[in-house]
């Protein structure tokens, strides 16, 4: 960060906490009246994949955008949950923030999340974006669910995307990681949960044959998770119109889920690595009642049914005596569905649902969806 030395870091001293949550009220709805909440980025990724590089490019670009980077160092051991709440030695929520010349802030976060983005978004400056960088969390799955539809948050900090960044040399032998045992690599849950993928290094695949190399490896990558985007990079550097304002949670910015309505590929793909991690599309064109439907996504998300793991769902529903498209999203247990625009009237109305996830069964999936058909 060479223009440290032309602005010395701005040290903000961090209050002592509140309750601790989640019984503690939050003020994250004090932003000012009108603003649009701040988006929120996930970045996970296998360790030496490009994570650091990739923060690193992103606040040291001249891109005119007020960037908060979270790096939290909270591991595995500790737990996410726990991870919410302070209980830090002396309460101390966070260990360093740090403001760069370009207007992009750093800072270190080791226990409460929440309040961290807390003081995030109540700094007098306004931020454009918020980047969090994981490190010793394999499993994005539950900070989305805080950052998404979390009560605390919703109404100042979105969750905009989750951005995987893999290792395009090393990826094939991560996912063929620990094939024997019962428990599948860590590679598989970060690209299933993802929104964007970014496939760095791939300047390190051998020259030879390096296009075929490429392409196959994407088919892999879609091989788990279909509906996401790929970005190929070397050290980190990408388009950052590619991975900010993604709006990949929005309802009411659902583009990339009504395009279902249109995608002419196959969606449901094969498990090429025998692990059960896979994408899975059904579709039922007759008009459903969106309370039985609620009731069938809860026994599969919640009750675990047939003995299958949701990682992500994304869909549209036609709904009975509505002339709205619903959209539907889920994050593991956590699921929404909104009404969001009228139908078309040259669309083809019907229900669409995009399962990625473990032991998948569509016979199962497409059968147990007719109990909620009118």
């Known amino acids: 960060m060479e223009d440290d030395e032309e602005a010395p870091p701005l040290a903000v001293e961090i209050d002592q906490p509140t309750e601790p949550y989640p019984q503690q009220q939050s003020n994250l709805s004090g932003h000012k009246d009108g603003d649009a909440p701040v988006g929120v980025t996930v970045i996970t990724g296998y ?4 994570k650091s590089t990739l923060v690193n490019h992103i606040i040291n670009s001249q891109h005119g955008k007020r960037i908060a980077v979270i790096l939290n160092e909270f591991g595995e051991e500790i737990g996410v949950e726990r991870a919410m709440i302070n209980e830090g030695d002396g309460g101390a929520l966070v260990e360093e923030w740090v403001e760069l010349a370009n207007g ?13 983005l807390e003081q995030l978004v109540q700094r007098k400056e306004r931020l454009d974006h918020i980047l969090l960088e994981t490190t010793g969390l394999a499993n994005p799955a539950p900070l989305a669910s805080v950052l998404w539809l979390d ?23 991560q996912l063929s990681e620990n094939q024997s045992s019962s428990s599948f690599p860590e590679a598989y849950l970060q690209i299933a949960f993802a929104d964007v993928i970014i496939l760095n290094k791939v300047d390190l695949v051998s020259p030879e044959g390096s296009a075929d190399f490429l392409e196959e490896l994407e088919k892999e990558i879609h091989s788990i998770n279909s509906l996401a985007s790929i970005i190929h990079s070397v050290r980190g550097q990408v388009d950052l119109s590619n991975i900010l304002d993604c709006r990949a949670y929005d309802a009411m910015h659902a583009t990339h889920l009504e395009s279902l309505l249109v995608e002419t590929r196959a969606l449901s793909t094969r498990d090429l690595h025998d692990s059960g991690v896979r994408t899975l599309c059904i579709c039922e064109p007759r008009q459903v009642d969106l309370e039985k439907v609620r009731l069938w996504l809860e026994e599969i998300l919640w009750e675990k049914k047939h003995g299958m793991d949701v990682y992500r769902c994304k869909g549209v529903l036609s709904v009975h005596n509505s002339n709205k498209l619903h959209t539907l ?22 229900n669409k649902i995009v399962f990625i996830g473990h032991n998948l069964n569509e016979n199962v999936l497409t059968e ?6 009118m």
């Open 368 to 373: 147990s969806f007719q109990a909620c058909v």
């Open 104 to 116: 992009c802030i750093c800072c270190t976060v080791k226990h409460s999340l929440v309040q961290a």
């Open 329 to 350: 999203q889920a994050v593991k247990e956590i699921y929404e569905i909104v009404p969001t625009r009228d139908w078309k009237k040259q669309e083809n109305q019907m």
């Open 151 to 173: 009560d605390q948050l919703e109404s100042s900090v979105k969750l905009d995307s989750i951005i995987t960044v893999v290792d395009a040399k090393n990826l094939r032998f």
């Open 47 to 50: 360790l030496g994949a490009g």
